[in-house]
């Protein structure tokens, strides 16, 4: 029905940057908002920024600053720039949206980890 596909995860050394982009595609008429999420090792996972249909953005105050999540509506995908990187910032990252298809439901992607090395 709805897949949501991460990609531009890897491996980078603590000070560098990587831009994560997460694709939707399927049976979809609207997509609302968009989440990144991440799961450390050894932690729950933990939302990382949001941005509404309208494109306002909110970030968990870690990465305030550093990281910066943007829509292209017309190729239905969400994006996660990241700069500054630090080993704490190390994890799977999941992308979220709220997508209206037959039904109105929360679909998530398979995550792509992300190595920070310091």
């Known amino acids: 029905q709805v897949q949501l596909v991460e990609s531009g995860g890897g491996l980078v050394q603590a000070g560098g940057s990587l831009r994560l982009s997460c694709a939707a595609s399927?049976?979809?008429?609207?997509?609302?908002?968009m989440r990144w999420y991440r799961q450390a090792p050894g932690k729950q996972r933990d939302l990382v920024a949001t941005?509404?249909?309208?494109?306002?953005?909110d970030y968990t105050d870690s990465v305030k600053g550093r990281f910066t999540i943007s829509r292209d509506n017309a190729k239905n995908t969400v994006y996660l720039q990241m700069n500054s990187l630090k080993s704490t910032d190390t994890g799977v990252y999941y992308c979220?949206?709220?997508?209206?298809?037959?039904?109105?439901?929360?679909?998530w992607g398979q995550g792509t980890q992300v190595t920070v090395s310091s």
């Open positions: 979220n949206a709220d997508i209206r298809t037959r039904y109105t439901g929360r679909f």
């Open positions: 399927g049976s979809i008429i609207t997509i609302d908002t």
């Open positions: 941005i509404t249909s309208g494109g306002s953005t």
